[in-house]
């Protein structure tokens, strides 16, 4: 394994394990989608990623086609996003070329990363919540999805 912080130690498939929130003028950090996520969150060579991360209380719709509430909740239990990245040290830079929200198609966000022992955070920046329209710092936390023979 390369040595903590080594670029090469992000290219993978990592689970995430938590996902926080502090809002502005807020010191209280809280659970952002819920307090057990379900998401990946994948880094390729090639300087593509892709992130998808979902509340675990989601709820199935009643049928196989979710009426209008039923589809904005799974919506708004959710973020999704792919592009490129770029690493500057311990910034990285995602240009967004398809998201679960179209406000952020075409942007470029900025992240912070470390690694520590298994464990992967990436941290924003204060940005707007897209799910409350709040300003926000968020804190992610992954554990290395290992390999699995063919």
Not at 15 to 37: H, K, W
Not at 44 to 55: E, H, Y
Not at 72 to 86: F, H, Q
Request: some cysteine.
């Amino acid at each position: 394994m390369a040595p903590d912080n080594d670029a090469s130690a992000l290219i993978g498939t990592w689970r995430q394990r938590s996902g926080t929130m502090v809002e502005e003028g807020s010191q209280d950090s809280r659970s952002n989608l819920s307090a057990a996520p379900i998401g990946f969150v994948n880094f390729c060579a090639d300087g593509r990623l892709m992130l998808l991360s979902v509340d675990s209380a989601r709820k199935k719709p009643a049928g196989e086609v979710p009426s209008a509430a039923e589809a904005e909740a799974l919506y708004r239990s959710m973020i999704a996003y792919a592009g490129t990245y770029k690493l500057e040290g311990k910034k990285l830079t995602y240009v967004l070329d398809a998201t679960w929200n179209e406000s952020w198609t075409g942007t470029k966000q900025v992240r912070y990363w470390e690694i520590s022992g298994e464990a992967l955070t990436i941290t924003t920046p204060e940005i707007v919540n897209p799910l409350t329209g709040k300003r926000s710092v968020f804190r992610l936390t992954f554990s290395k999805v290992g390999t699995h023979p063919g």
